[in-house]
């Protein structure tokens, strides 16, 4: 069973700053996408980020990138010039290439300081 | 653009009670989702339409949930004689019949709290 590892409940960060966030996952698939949730307080959840994994390239949105190392199972989401907005629940999610389901971690808090 | 709508947002319900939660997708999306996500959880799937049929149901919608979507537009979500288990967040997400990725779009959620 695929399974998304998260292992960090909570994080902070002084705006401007960098953090890192990280995710593991298993699985046996080949076809398989990976994304990056945010989830505000008392908000909806975004899309952050996606990768598709044939990519080899990192993908990158903004101020949002990830380090995706596919041997590792590794997909951790990098966010630079952290601002206060940041602030949120970022979860991140597996979907298998033939299936419609995310598979989700258990979410990392970020709290983003002045 | 409207993005996907819930209703209600909040539902407070004594035990035993059913309540029903709708969900409006975006509206040329084709695929409607439903997930349950308690307090320091992430999201679970419970199902999953296509249009108007229900492909894939999760072993955590036990028989007490029902889904529909009829006409493949709306669905709404049943859970009959409800538990303080059933307290969650749930929440609807739909996506787009094209795209490689099939990007799920979310709804704002209805918080259940059975008393």
């Known amino acids: 069973a695929q399974t998304v590892t998260q292992s960090q409940p909570e994080m902070s960060v002084q705006e401007a700053e960098t953090v890192t966030l990280s995710c593991t996952y298993d699985t046996s698939e080949s076809d398989y996408y990976l994304f990056w949730y945010k989830q505000p307080p008392s908000r909806q959840m975004i899309l952050v980020i996606r990768?598709?994994?044939?990519k080899q390239q990192n993908a990158t949105e903004n101020r949002f990138s990830v380090n995706f190392q596919k041997a590792a199972k590794s997909f951790s989401l990098k966010i630079s010039d952290s601002q206060l907005g940041d602030a949120a629940m970022y979860f991140c999610a597996y979907r298998a290439g033939n299936n419609r389901k995310l598979i989700w971690g258990l979410g990392t808090s970020l709290a983003v300081n002045p | 653009d409207t993005g996907v709508s819930q209703d209600p947002r909040h539902k407070i319900t004594k035990r035993g009670q059913n309540v029903t939660f709708r969900c409006d997708p975006i509206?040329?999306?084709?695929?409607l989702y439903w997930y349950r996500q308690t307090l320091g959880q992430g999201p679970e799937f419970l199902t999953y339409f296509q249009n108007e049929a229900q492909l894939e149901k999760s072993r955590l919608l036990s028989d007490r949930f029902s889904a529909e979507r009829p006409k493949g537009s709306f669905s709404t979500l049943e859970i009959q004689r409800t538990e303080q288990g059933d307290s969650a967040m749930y929440l609807c997400a739909s996506s787009p019949s094209i795209g490689i990725t099939y990007e799920q779009y979310f709804g704002p959620g209805t918080r259940l709290t059975v008393t």
């Open positions: 990768q598709e994994a044939y």
């Open positions: 509206s040329e999306h084709n695929r």
